[in-house]
C-alpha cells in the first residue's frame, strides 16, 4: 500500500515561511497529483493546492505547492505567515484510483 | 459554482444502520467519480469509498467492506451512502469529495 507521511506539528511566528512536506512510501509522488487540504477546528477540510501546484480561486498566492522527486516528497509553503493560517493540513494523492491521505500536520502560528 | 451537500447523519444503535445522502450541483453530475471520506472525532480524514460517473465501479477501503454499499441516482445527481451493522468505530464526520470539492459533512454517531 503508497502511503504519505506527514510531520505531525510545525510551527512559526506571524510573518515567516513554513513549509510542510509530504513524503511518499513508494514509486515516485511525481506521477500522481497531490493536494493540500486546510482543516480549522470544527470545519470542512477546503482545498488550498491542487493538482500538486494550483490555487484555487480565492487562496492566496501566500501558499504554493512543489515536488521534490529527489526526496520523493511534495511539499507545502506558506509564506508571510498569518494566525489565520493556523489550521490542520493534509496532503492527497492517489494509489492507482484510491485516494491516499498524509496523517496530518498541525501548523501553530506563534 | 460546484456544491455537495451532505445529509443523512445521527445518532444509532451498534448493529443499526443509516443512509447517508449526497446531492450535487454545478457539474455535470455523470461525468465524476464521488468519493466518500470520514474522519473519526480528533483523528485523521480516512478514504472509505468510491463509485464511478455511471455506477458501475464501485471501491470501499476494507474497514467498510461487506458492511456498506455506495449507489448514485444520476437522475437525481444524488450519491447513496448505505451503512449497515454499525459499529462504534464508525462514529465519524462523513464527507463527499468530487475531485477537490468537499462537501461540509455529515456526522455519524454510533452508540447505544
Known amino acids: 500500500n503508497f502511503l504519505l507521511t506527514q510531520p505531525h506539528s510545525v510551527s512559526d511566528s506571524p510573518g515567516k515561511t513554513v513549509t510542510i512536506s509530504c513524503t511518499g512510501s513508494?514509486?515516485?509522488?511525481?506521477?500522481?497529483?497531490v493536494q493540500w487540504y486546510q482543516q480549522r477546528p470544527g470545519s470542512a477540510p477546503t482545498t488550498v493546492i491542487y493538482e500538486t501546484n494550483q490555487r484555487p480561486s480565492g487562496v492566496p498566492d501566500r501558499f504554493s505547492g512543489s515536488i521534490d522527486s529527489s526526496s520523493n516528497s511534495a511539499s507545502l509553503t506558506i509564506s508571510g505567515l498569518k494566525t489565520e493560517d493556523e489550521a490542520d493540513y493534509y496532503c492527497q494523492s492517489y494509489d492507482d484510483t484510491s485516494l491516499v491521505f498524509g496523517g496530518g500536520t498541525k501548523l501553530t502560528v506563534l | 459554482e460546484v456544491q455537495l451537500v451532505e445529509s443523512g447523519g445521527g445518532l444509532v444503535q451498534p448493529g443499526g444502520s443509516l443512509r447517508l445522502s449526497c446531492s450535487a450541483s454545478?457539474?455535470?453530475?455523470?461525468?465524476?467519480?464521488i468519493h466518500w471520506v470520514r474522519q473519526a472525532p480528533g483523528k485523521g480524514l480516512e478514504y472509505v469509498s468510491a463509485?464511478?460517473?455511471?455506477?458501475?465501479?464501485?471501491y470501499y477501503a476494507d474497514s467498510v467492506k461487506d458492511r456498506f454499499t455506495v449507489s448514485r441516482d444520476n437522475s437525481k445527481n444524488t450519491v447513496y451512502f448505505q451503512m449497515s451493522s454499525l459499529r462504534a468505530e464508525d462514529t465519524a464526520v462523513y464527507y463527499c469529495v468530487k475531485g477537490f470539492i468537499w462537501g461540509q459533512g455529515t456526522l455519524v454517531t454510533v452508540s447505544s
Open positions: 513508494s514509486g515516485s509522488i511525481a506521477s500522481n497529483y
Open positions: 454545478g457539474f455535470t453530475f455523470s461525468n465524476y467519480v
Open positions: 463509485i464511478s460517473g455511471n455506477g458501475g465501479s464501485t
